[in-house]
């Protein structure tokens, strides 16, 4: 068995803790670039309230939420999400963020990605994982495409912010894919 | 300028009427071929009591942002099919559509087209979307064929995202902007 499920090499996933993250997670948000790439709705001026309820949320089959974890000190630094999970179609969508700026093109939004691939695909038995993107967000695309994403089209000036409009990527990797990379081996080991 | 939107050649867009309407959409549910051609859900009969209760709570779900019609025979008032726009990002000028002819027998007949067409109307002269996103199955070719013939484009293929009868089918996502359709329309 695989006893580190929630531990890479950079990165842990934990739970969201409502009382003592969502300052941090809150605070995040006043990054409109941040939010703007994660989040379809207009942006909005964070609202500790808000954040702390949505972490506060029962749980539920079709969406799991963790805090991602420096290894180093322990630190908050981002959250990842599987969302809309199907299990009848064993489809999901995942999303993720690494709110702590000095944390970002430093491979930790890479490790945790890997991380909730490997719960996907071996503790929720997915077949495949989807994501979307804003096509100019050229750096998340990396580390998608790092993990094993693959490009499967493009809605077409979908997202329309700052007067310009920009194509959203769809990207997409099986379960078959993602045991042929060995994605998941290099998590932990 | 078209100042019908309601109202076609051989049908009409009319508001779902529980009373007339439920008992109809409820036999369409019992057929799995139709469901399996316009749901990601799981196929599952409902009775007139439930796919009215559907309906609301899509309704109420959705708020303002979800328009929903009944396709009506403007010959006999015969209640044919749906279609209904939802998931509307209104500062994108995005939106999302699903429509289905009910029963097989009103299927091949153009009445999907003029319905198509209408629905693409309201949306770029009604709401002022930039686009418009339909969905359907790779094993869905009536659907693929019938969404390129009226100018939508295949913009997204998730590969394997459907799991039915023991095997994986692609998810396919079709495109139009506002501009594509005017200028078709010219």
Redo the contacts between chains.
């Keep these: 068995m695989n006893d580190s499920l929630f531990t890479g090499t950079l990165v842990r996933l934990a739970a969201q803790d409502p009382a003592a993250d969502a300052q941090t997670i809150s605070n995040w948000r006043r990054d409109t670039i941040y939010t703007r790439w994660l989040e379809?709705?207009?942006v909005l001026p964070p609202q500790l309230k808000q954040t702390r309820e949505r972490i506060e949320r029962p749980h539920s089959e079709r969406f799991y939420p963790f805090a991602i974890r420096a290894l180093a000190d322990d630190k908050l630094i981002g959250f990842v999400i599987l969302l809309r999970v199907?299990s009848?179609?064993?489809?999901a969508y995942v999303g993720i963020g690494i709110g702590e700026s000095e944390y970002r093109s430093k491979g930790y939004g890479t490790d945790a990605m890997k991380l909730i691939l490997q719960f996907a695909f071996q503790e929720l038995n997915l077949?495949?994982v989807?994501l979307d993107a804003v096509a100019t967000n050229a750096r998340a695309i990396r580390s998608y495409e790092k993990c094993g994403f693959?490009h499967?089209?493009?809605?077409?000036?979908?997202?329309?912010?700052g007067g310009i409009?920009d194509d959203i990527v769809?990207m997409?990797v099986?379960r078959e894919e993602w045991e042929r990379n060995g994605t998941g081996n290099q998590v932990d080991r | 300028m078209v100042l019908q939107l309601f109202e076609g050649e051989k049908i009409r867009f009319a508001a779902f009427d529980a009373e007339k309407d439920a008992e109809v959409f409820s036999k369409w549910t019992h057929d799995p071929e139709y469901l399996r051609l316009t749901e990601?859900e799981?196929a599952r009969p409902l009775a007139p009591f439930h796919v009215k209760k559907k309906i609301e709570e899509l309704e109420k779900e959705a708020g303002r942002d979800f328009y929903f019609f009944v396709i009506r025979m403007k010959a006999d008032d015969r209640a044919i099919g749906f279609a209904h726009i939802h998931w509307v990002?209104w500062?994108?000028?995005?939106a999302h559509f699903n429509m289905g002819i009910g029963s097989p027998n009103d299927r091949r007949q153009g009445l999907g087209g003029e319905a198509l067409q209408m629905l693409l109307r309201y949306a770029f002269e009604e709401l002022n979307l930039?686009?418009l996103?339909g969905h359907t199955f790779g094993y869905n070719d009536g659907a693929q064929k019938f969404l390129a013939k009226h100018g939508l484009?295949?913009?997204?293929?998730?590969?394997?995202?459907?799991?039915r009868d023991g095997r994986?089918w692609d998810?396919l996502?079709y495109?139009i902007?506002a501009e594509e359709w005017t200028a078709g329309n010219k």
């Design positions: 379809v709705d207009p199907n009848h179609h064993r489809d077949h495949r989807s693959v499967e089209g493009k809605t077409r000036g979908a997202e329309f912010r409009r769809t997409g099986l | 990601f799981p990002e500062n994108h000028g995005n930039y686009r996103t484009q295949l913009e997204v293929r998730r590969r394997e995202a459907i799991y994986y998810a996502t495109g902007l």
